[in-house]
């Protein structure tokens, strides 16, 4: 299970570990009261149909809030996208503090608190019942804060995410409360009963809280740590080369093209293919120009024949796009490369697409720069 399916699962757990909380769980009998359309502490007998749709009404309101803030969070996702790391590092701590606090450790401080909203229902109706859903989200705040807002911390840290995540809450929140109104008298037997459970959720809760604070500082560290590597080569992939007729190359004199850079080798047979391969994709560009074809190789290193036997054999395969001339090894050593071929994709930005280990087709090559360039669309 990869790390985004992991926040789904435990937010949804948050989605329903906020329903037991203490701010809602023993309000259960007076929201029942409500929805039945008999008002609050009603002793007499439910319509269970009107329950139902009430709670179907009740469940629109909750949503109506919580998409709310998935729209905001939406809203803000480029401005979040800069600053990501710093939020991961600073919503982790927090969740990691709010956790700790509803374990109880720090006396004193806690979430039992609620603040209710002014509302009087005099009749029960589908308005009232979705008017009652929506302002009831903001009452229960105080105490069901903690979950809902890991849920923004984590949104905030992936505006990519942040509707799945605020959505997947929601429903864990909402289908509780559905399950109550379809098993009205199932829920207050089983609450009478069970009343003590609150204690425990909350705990539960609280752990979710401090496991998900730890996952955030994590993935803000990954990609912290992904950022400083992406800067490294960002300002140091960049060289100056001849090529086999003499002219001096750099990738920064592209910028604003797609680079298809390969490593080759006149001894490797499957870099022979490639460069047939290249040579086909550089005729077919050749004439707009619409993106780069270079290959590398280095005279005298290893196994490699020496500069003026590599211009025979070029010539002799029929190769006119640029080969550049790595006479010290340091290019194929900045790349890493260790086998041949290995060709690296380049956007337009000049910043790495992917790479490949391996023999690649002129077919193969033009998806890769199709799927490149859909990426600037996206």
Not at 11 to 30: A, D, H, N, T
Not at 47 to 59: D, E, V, W
Not at 341 to 350: A, S
Request: net charge negative.
């Amino acid at each position: 299970m990869n790390t985004e399916s992991l926040n789904i699962f435990l937010v949804f757990f948050e989605g329903v570990i906020s329903f037991f909380s203490p701010c809602v769980l023993p309000l259960i009998p007076m929201y029942l009261g409500y929805l039945s359309g008999k008002g609050r502490g009603s002793d007499g007998e439910y319509s269970q149909t009107r329950i139902l749709l009430h709670t179907l009404f009740f469940i629109l309101g909750i949503a109506t809030t919580f998409f709310v803030a998935a729209y905001l969070s939406t809203s803000l996702a480029t401005v979040l996208t800069q600053h990501s790391i710093t939020i991961g590092y600073i919503g982790g701590a927090y969740l990691i503090l709010m956790g700790i606090i509803q374990l109880g450790i720090f006396k004193g401080i806690s979430f039992k608190r609620e603040f209710r909203l002014p509302v009087h229902i005099k009749r029960m109706n589908f308005l009232s019942a979705y008017i009652m859903g929506f302002t009831f989200s903001f009452a229960w705040t105080p105490c069901i804060g903690p979950m809902l807002s890991s849920v923004i911390v984590l949104a905030a840290s992936s505006p990519t995410m942040s509707t799945v995540y605020i959505t997947v809450y929601a429903l864990g929140f909402m289908i509780p409360f559905l399950l109550m109104g379809l098993f009205s008298s199932l829920v207050l037997n089983a609450l009478r009963k069970y009343r003590g459970i609150v204690q425990y959720t909350v705990k539960i809760g609280a752990v979710i809280l401090i496991v998900l604070g730890g996952f955030l500082i994590k993935e803000s560290y990954t990609a912290q740590q992904a950022a400083k590597e992406e800067e490294y080569y960002a300002s140091s992939y960049d060289f100056k080369l001849v090529d086999q007729y003499g002219i001096e190359h750099t990738l920064s004199q592209y910028t604003g093209k797609e680079i298809v850079l390969s490593f080759v080798a006149s001894w490797c047979p499957y870099c022979n293919m490639e460069l047939t391969e290249l040579e086909a994709l550089y005729q077919s560009w050749n004439q707009n120009e619409e993106a780069v074809v270079i290959g590398v190789v280095a005279p005298d290193l290893g196994r490699e024949i020496s500069k003026e036997e590599l211009l025979v054999f070029l010539e002799e395969m029929g190769v006119t796009f640029p080969i550049l001339f790595d006479e010290t090894g340091a290019v194929f050593n900045k790349y890493g490369v260790s086998s041949l071929p290995t060709t690296f994709v380049l956007d337009k930005n000049n910043e790495f697409y992917g790479y490949q280990s391996g023999m690649l087709s002129k077919d193969i090559l033009e998806q890769v720069i199709e799927n490149v360039r859909a990426t600037y669309t996206e």
